[in-house]
């Protein structure tokens, strides 16, 4: 939610768990994949869906949208719409879903209710229900949960208002069904949103924002009890940011912590990188190095197993289109706008110019061509070195306009090149943010050609 997460750090109530506070470290195996939950929102609003949408990815950093990036479970009571969801292996095996009951931006809405769900394996989600937190005149936000092995109980955490004080609040529950009363779990003496949860061995951290300066910090404690966590990093940000994720490499000692930023433009995921999460050693990571889902609002990230990944994948489904990122320009992407072919920074609307089927070349099966989702008549072409979107009139010339052949990437052979089928010594490249076909001489002209395929 804009402006308005809530951080946790260690007990949640029994009524339920969303999306305010991202466990990764739980009890139950998922060693080898992740999922990733989230709502949707452009900047345009084009594609606001306030329900359940699944992502998974095998390096915690690219990820594939399930189900076409359409909801897979959306709340039938309360406002019939959420945001925040939260993802948690339970202690006896299934998952939890828990996240704020509200739909749209109506941040002003008091509702003393998070949703909740479970589910076996993602694939299905039963026994839908509301838990009541408290009882207080404020909103519930950001449902996160965890694990406490000292009180043999569930924590829920979630951001409340009390006395004019925005802080994360914490309720005990041991099945998501019955909770027990909100108390207060982190207050570090000013506003705070979104608190997410990570139950270390021996350290336990607690990611939250803070509205004193935008920052997203990371407080620390040797238990999980209330109001034990002390801030111990100096805060990262960029731009409006909120809803902060720690996440685990599964293979090595390295951690992420991705931040959903909400300003300058709305639904752009941040990340930064660390060696050890115990020290003050977040570096940022470029767009080069990950890619968040399509319009992904406050994600969750779990672990799962390389089964489970597989059977989501069998359930629901890759896309059937792309995206393509720039090399150079990672943050951009090749899309259409008033038939133009080129390049533009992520987030935009309509989101769908950014949509590609690759099919077998219209004049050459060996070759791709860039079939538009939105205007599916139409096809890049280039005509008089210039690309451009354009319907197909049948013709020979327009199918050998339209067809490329991939190629390893001109300057990263891990990424993708594309040369023209009739101009051989020619690849598609962007010059001023434009797309054009041209020979490729400099370092500067390879970079400007290579591409990443994608979601």
């Given at each position: 939610m804009l402006?308005?997460?809530?951080?946790?750090?260690g007990g949640l109530s029994a009524v339920a768990l969303t999306g305010a506070s991202r466990l990764t470290?739980?009890?139950a195996p998922g060693d080898s994949a992740y999922v990733m939950g989230y709502f949707t929102e452009s900047p345009s609003k084009l594609a606001d869906r306030y329900a359940l949408h699944l992502a998974v990815s095998t390096d915690g950093l690219t990820w594939t949208p399930l189900n076409q990036n359409n909801p897979v479970a959306t709340p039938t009571a309360g406002t019939g719409g959420l945001r925040d969801p939260f993802i948690m292996r339970k202690q006896?095996?299934?998952f939890v879903v828990l996240a704020t009951d509200l739909t749209g931006t109506d941040f002003t809405r008091q509702n003393q209710y998070i949703h909740a769900w479970d589910s076996a394996d993602l694939?299905?989600?039963?026994?839908?229900?509301?838990?009541k937190m408290h009882s207080m005149p404020t909103h519930t936000w950001a449902p996160e949960a965890f694990w406490?092995?000292?009180?043999?109980q569930y924590g829920i955490v979630y951001s409340a208002n009390s006395g004019g004080r925005d802080g994360i609040w914490v309720n005990y529950t041991t099945d998501f069904v019955n909770v027990g009363s909100p108390q207060l779990f982190f207050d570090p003496g000013f506003n705070v949103l979104d608190a997410t949860v990570h139950v270390g061995g021996g350290t336990n951290f607690l990611y939250y924002k803070s509205f004193a300066d935008g920052r997203l910090y990371g407080a620390r404690s040797g238990t999980l009890n209330p109001r034990s966590f002390t801030t111990y990093t100096s805060g990262v940000v960029n731009g409006g940011i909120e809803a902060p994720i720690v996440v685990k490499a599964n293979d090595r000692n390295e951690w992420w912590l991705w931040g959903d930023s909400f300003s300058p433009v709305n639904g752009e995921l941040y990340a930064w990188r660390s060696g050890d999460v115990n020290s003050n050693g977040w570096t940022p990571l470029t767009k080069?190095?990950?890619?968040?889902?399509l319009n992904a609002k406050h994600p969750t990230i779990c672990p799962i197993t390389a089964t489970e990944h597989a059977?989501?994948?069998s359930r629901w489904g890759t896309p059937a289109w792309n995206r393509i990122k720039s090399y150079n320009f990672p943050d951009h992407l090749i899309r259409h706008a008033d038939n133009a072919a080129r390049i533009d920074p992520y987030p935009f609307d309509p989101y769908q110019d950014s949509q590609w089927r690759l099919v077998p070349g219209l004049a050459s099966s060996s070759g791709v061509s860039f079939r538009s989702v939105n205007f599916p008549d139409r096809y890049l072409r280039h005509a008089g070195y210039v690309v451009g979107l354009a319907a197909d009139d049948g013709s020979a010339t327009f199918a050998a306009d339209a067809t490329f052949h991939r190629v390893a990437g001109l300057a990263n052979s891990a990424w993708t090149s594309f040369r023209s089928h009739n101009f051989p010594d020619r690849h598609l490249r962007h010059a001023d943010y434009v797309l054009r076909i041209d020979p490729i001489g400099t370092a500067a002209d390879r970079a400007d050609a290579t591409f990443q395929i994608g979601y």
């Open positions: 402006q308005r997460r809530t951080f946790l750090a470290a739980q009890a006896g095996g299934g694939r299905s989600f039963t026994g839908y229900r509301r838990l406490d092995a000292a009180r043999g080069a190095q990950y890619t968040q889902p059977n989501l994948l």
